[in-house]
DNA sequence: TTGTGGTGT
């Protein structure tokens, strides 16, 4: 294909009459005093000359090929100054010299090939050793780190980028700063060359905006732009709006999304287009005639923040004109709300009831990069609303996303007349914007030799560090509770008996399991001449900020969940983790100042064997949920569905089979009515909303719906390091009939207690998932409500209630292997080998027959939250699944 | 006799 580029050219003389223009058309509205039209009228002009300087320029000038910027979405263009900057795997690079002679700190300093170094497009290396006292006989644990280099990307050198590589370590070494100031060096995170973010406002308007094609012709790029700026009262917050790397791009993000169906926008960290671009969308007009413009995030605090941030940077206050929405919590006015902001969720949610999303004007989808199982959908919905609503626009913002495979994804073909409204230029083809990122300068670090146990080098590159490094908290991302409770004992250990260069130290461990409290403790500035040390799971490198990190050291791996749909378990398993991921991680060093990054890890399997992006959630999870979310939308084929990345056929058929099993789906696999509907209108795993509508007939939906509760928030256990206490405490909870009989002992308990958080503390229950335990409570009640089931109490008859849970979950049956000394379980279903989990109330009680609420697999496969049954309930609940299998009598 | 990365409706 030929690399088609074609330019506009705008010069600044016409940029200050259209200025003029937008200011006289402003300043007689504002007389009219009709703000809305303002805006509408604004975006028309907008349009209107952006259309005609395109066919200008495109008329008049021959140059378009003679552009020297090379389109790589994955690429952020500096200042329009047409410089390609390497993607990192590319280029690890440490940028410039600050620290190394305190690293070096008189250790040897050796010259070193990298092994990998035989191909000359990759520097030499030089390596030295970090100077600590190992823990262990490993040794020293060896940093090497490679040169320097800048690159320049020229015209016709497209595939070839030359790497310019500076001068070595003596001279890095002498000079601190030798290198700041130097344009795009500080390649790999953020502030590049110190010479971001000067572009007070209106001061950046000197530059010419440009507008290329790139050779799938209609993806375009914009290099930076002058902007309009507005004249808010609000100045303070106006000129930081401005100071924003984002607010170059204004006009073209809105030029972008008026003649494009979906903008994608590419933007790191701190380019401040969350807050930003629904603002620009509503000066623009988006908003008028009551449409909205939404913006959905995958997590509630984002979506929480956000809002408040931009209630106040508009001056409006917040549920009025900007409102947001997540679950159990709607912070909107239908008459007012004009910018809402809302999980993914709660969108995905919305289509049930307006399919078409017709009330908003752009949906803005952002941190699409994480391709969460939510974000996933709802991008694969959108993509086929867009064909029933050509005027709707989407723009998918996100951080390192794989550009144009999303824009390949939103390609569409459509061959049909246009429709009205498409006349004025739309296309479908999406385009695509970078936009840089605001944060600091990290250096990276990789250990020379594969280090074989994570956790000790993890203690002794913090040791390290501390000892050699100026002040500044350090982050350390580990996989799990039991290897950072670990981590933290020994560093704590260590520091105690290396005397007093470690005695500023502050080890804190964070995981979600912690209690609240635990956590703030992470949050509290660090005391004057304290080092914190966060020892984290991978809630810190997305969910959580931790402000004041200078120093990041990253085990390259983490826990995840893999599903397997042959044997319908889910995996927890520490898995390496994406090249993605290793850079957000690093990220978290550059918020306030330089940082650093140590990786325990080569880097030569950072640049050849990591996986540059991770598993997308689809294609590691249990479908079940998500298939009959798709039904309910009306959506049969869903074998053909168009999913950004499609999951296994063999997921889906285990999803389709158990929904069907569920009475859910009929033979056509369409959802049956009334437990189809119903099942697809509660917020729950299938089997348990199931389990609900049958506890409707045998007059249990109260105790279920608890129950139910309770199984679907992570646990209402809190972890603690002295396991027996909690054993204790759950004994005081403990039913015979099993986990879920315990379960409502303590939702009892609680209640009486008065919903007493000191309570909690003292029976070791997480008083914060006990209150999202009664928000779930009620919002289940409300829906079973309307979905005319009747809340009815059992009292304790505790026989129905295991019927209504085997009517959910009988296919998860098992029965105790006979002679089995060692609590061996077969599951009906498959005859796997199943164990008790030793958290489960059950655990060497050992009943005949039991059913599992979920299974987890470490060396064993273990049940969790059991409860047992009487087989002869099998048949009961589900003959159509058992009747193939007639219970053999001569077994015990 | 053993263990719960993180989200979300």
């Not at 990998?116 to 020293?140: M, Q, R, V």
């Not at 959108?382 to 999303?406: D, G, N, V, W, Y």
């Not at 098992?814 to 080998?833: A, D, F």
């Not at 109330?841 to 009487?870: A, E, G, H």
């Amino acid at each position: 294909m030929v690399n088609q580029i074609s330019r506009l050219d705008i010069h600044d003389q016409q940029i200050d009459q259209l200025q003029q223009v937008v200011n006289e058309i402003k300043a007689s509205l504002k007389l009219l005093n009709e703000e809305r039209s303002e805006s509408r009228e604004f975006r028309k002009v907008i349009l209107a000359w952006m259309k005609s300087q395109e066919k200008n320029s495109v008329d008049s000038s021959g140059q378009e090929l003679q552009s020297d910027l090379i389109h790589d979405p994955l690429i952020p263009v500096v200042d329009g100054k047409h410089v390609t900057i390497h993607p990192p795997e590319q280029f690890t690079t440490i940028q410039h010299s600050e620290g190394i002679s305190d690293l070096i700190g008189g250790v040897k300093v050796e010259d070193t090939e990298h092994p990998n170094c035989g191909d000359s497009k990759t520097a030499p290396h030089f390596s030295f050793s970090i100077g600590l006292e190992p823990l262990t006989d490993d040794g020293p644990k060896v940093y090497s780190r490679k040169k320097n280099r800048v690159t320049t990307a020229k015209v016709g050198q497209l595939g070839k980028r030359p790497a310019i590589a500076l001068n070595g370590v003596s001279n890095q070494s002498n000079k601190r700063n030798q290198l700041v100031g130097r344009p795009f060096e500080g390649l790999t995170y953020g502030r590049r060359g110190g010479s971001r973010g000067g572009g007070q406002g209106r001061g950046c308007g000197t530059e010419k905006p440009r507008l290329l094609d790139d050779e799938e012709g209609g993806v375009l790029f914009y290099s930076a732009s002058p902007s309009s700026s507005s004249t808010y009262g609000y100045a303070s917050l106006e000129k930081q709006r401005q100071r924003l790397p984002v607010f170059k791009y204004r006009t073209s993000i809105l030029y972008l999304v008026e003649t494009h169906s979906t903008t994608i926008i590419v933007g790191e960290t701190g380019s401040g287009k969350t807050t930003q671009i629904p603002q620009y969308l509503k000066e623009a007009g988006w908003a008028d005639g009551g449409h909205i413009i939404a913006c959905t995030q995958p997590r509630r605090l984002a979506v929480q923040s956000v809002a408040a941030r931009v209630s106040e940077e508009m001056g409006v206050k917040l549920g009025e004109e900007v409102g947001y929405t997540i679950r159990f919590e709607d912070v909107t006015n239908s008459d007012l709300t004009r910018i809402k902001f809302l999980t993914d969720g709660v969108l995905l949610r919305e289509m049930m009831d307006d399919p078409l999303l017709s009330k908003y004007s752009v949906i803005m989808v952002d941190e699409a990069h994480e391709r969460s199982l939510s974000t996933d959908i709802l991008l694969g919905l959108l993509k086929k609303i867009q064909r029933r609503r050509p005027e709707l626009r989407l723009i998918i913002a996100s951080a390192t996303i794989e550009a144009k495979s999303m824009a390949a994804f939103f390609q569409t073909r459509r061959r049909r007349p246009r429709l009205e409204g498409e006349d004025h230029g739309l296309r479908t083809e999406p385009a695509i914007l970078s936009v840089e990122g605001r944060g600091y300068n990290v250096q990276i670090f990789y250990v020379e030799e594969p280090v074989s146990d994570y956790l000790r080098a993890t203690v002794s590159t913090v040791m390290s560090i501390h000892d050699k490094e100026p002040m500044g908290d350090i982050l350390v991302f580990l996989t799990g509770q039991d290897d950072i409770d670990t981590a933290v004992q020994l560093i704590t250990e260590e520091a105690q008996n290396s005397g007093k260069s470690s005695l500023g130290m502050i080890v804190l461990p964070l995981y979600s399991g912690l209690t609240r409290a635990d956590q703030d403790l992470v949050f509290s500035p660090s005391p004057r001449g304290k080092r914190k040390v966060v020892i984290s799971t991978n809630i810190a490198e997305t969910s959580l900020t931790l402000e004041g990190i200078v120093y990041v050291v990253d085990s390259g791996f983490s826990k995840q969940r893999f599903y397997n749909p042959i044997t319908d378990i889910e995996n927890l398993v520490v898995a390496p983790i994406s090249k993605a991921s290793a850079r957000q991680r690093a990220g978290r060093a550059g918020r306030i100042r330089p940082g650093k990054c140590y990786r325990l890890y080569t880097e030569d399997y950072f640049v050849n064997e990591m996986p540059s992006h991770g598993i997308p959630e689809m294609q590691r999870s249990n479908l079940a949920s998500s298939v009959i979310q798709l039904k309910a939308l009306g959506i049969d084929n869903i074998l053909g569905f168009d999913w950004p990345a499609s999951p296994s056929s063999e997921s889906m058929v285990r999803a389709l089979e158990v929904l069907y099993s569920l009475g859910v789906l009929d033979d056509d696999a369409k959802l049956t009515s009334p437990v189809g509907f119903q099942v697809a209108e509660l917020p729950l795993d299938p089997m348990i909303s199931k389990m609900i509508i049958a506890s409707d007939q045998l007059g249990c939906s109260e105790e279920i719906i608890t129950v139910s509760a309770i199984l679907s928030v992570q646990s209402i256990w809190i972890s603690v390091k002295g396991q027996r206490e909690l054993d204790e405490a759950k004994l005081r909870f403990a039913a015979a009939e099993g986990d879920h009989v315990t379960f409502l002992n303590v939702y009892k308990g609680f209640l009486q207690s008065n919903k007493s958080s000191k309570w909690c503390h003292k029976n070791f229950i997480n008083y914060h998932a006990m209150k999202k335990v009664i928000e779930v409570r009620e919002q289940l009640r409300r829906i079973a409500q309307r979905l005319g089931l009747t809340l009815k109490s059992c009292e304790n008859d505790m026989q129905v209630l295991r019927k209504a849970v085997t009517a959910g979950f009988f296919a998860n049956a098992c029965r105790l292997e006979p002679y089995s000394h060692n609590g061996m379980y077969k599951t009906v279903r498959s005859s796997q080998e199943v164990y008790i989990h030793p958290s489960s109330v059950l655990f060497r009680v050992n009943p005949k027959w039991v059913i599992y609420n979920s299974l987890v697999s470490t060396d064993r496969q273990y049940m969790r939250n059991v409860i047992s049954i009487d087989p002869s309930w099998l048949r009961e609940a589900a003959p159509h699944f058992y009747q193939q299998q007639p219970l053999n009598p001569n077994r015990p």
